[in-house]
């Protein structure tokens, strides 16, 4: 079975530092991952599409890597905000149409 | 609008009624997704529209759920005989292509009482 895990369900830190959120995936034939942050009732909003032969992804403070021979993933935040609290969804695409997401990543960034 | 764009945002409704959750697309895209979110949960995959046809319907639970895009744009989910587990968001989304990242509406919060 396809499954998408994300570890921790939540995370806090203090607002500048660095942040690494984690993703791992069951299956190495993927087609593409994409991050999204979701806010509270709220959709979810696209950070960062990697396709299968890329190994890293960056847009602004962001950055997206993908190791597919291990199955993981990494959502990298460089200088933390107080604004980049919400929840992070990792979802992959195994090569159908749909998206596998995980459970996300709840982040609380304190001032 | 730019965005994809869903309606009602809120249903609230008894057990055992029918609903229906509509969801209008980005101008031009051809795939769109239904996908459903209880608390706490990722979104999982409910069916999934190239044009106007439904390509991949294996995330649907049961029959009580069907939905429909009869112009190739907008789209219609609906749930007869509304059970209490079936209550949470349910989300739309729309690329250009079935290969292109996937743009997301914010949602129709169903409960049904």
């Known amino acids: 079975k396809q499954e998408v895990t994300q570890i921790p369900a939540a995370l806090s830190v203090p607002e500048g530092e660095n942040l690494v959120l984690n993703c791992s995936f069951t299956?190495?034939?993927?087609?593409?991952l994409q991050w999204f942050r979701q806010d509270p009732g709220k959709g979810l909003t696209s950070l960062l599409l990697i396709q299968s032969s890329q190994r890293e992804q960056t847009s602004g403070r962001l950055n997206a890597s993908l190791d597919k021979s291990s199955g993981r993933s990494t959502l990298y935040i460089a200088a933390s905000q107080p604004g980049d609290s919400a929840t992070y969804l990792c979802?992959?695409?195994?090569?159908?149409?749909?998206?596998?997401f995980g459970t996300g990543t709840r982040l609380t960034i304190i001032p | 609008g730019a965005g994809v764009s869903q309606t009602p945002s809120n249903k609230v409704t008894e057990k055992g009624k029918y609903v229906e959750l509509r969801c209008d697309p980005i101008?031009?895209?051809?795939?769109l997704y239904w996908y459903r979110q209880s608390l706490g949960q990722g979104p999982e995959f409910l069916i999934y529209?190239?044009?106007?046809?439904?390509?991949?319907d294996s995330g649907l639970p049961n029959d009580r759920f069907f939905a429909v895009r009869p112009e190739g744009s907008v789209s219609t989910l609906k749930i007869q005989r509304t059970e209490r587990g079936d209550s949470a968001v349910y989300l739309c989304a729309s690329s250009l292509t079935a290969r292109q990242p996937q743009h997301f509406g914010d949602g129709t919060r169903l409960s049904i009482l």
């Open positions: 979802a992959v695409k195994f090569g159908n149409e749909k998206l596998t």
């Open positions: 101008s031009g895209h051809t795939a």
């Open positions: 299956d190495s034939a993927i087609y593409n």
């Open positions: 529209f190239q044009g106007t046809g439904a390509a991949d």
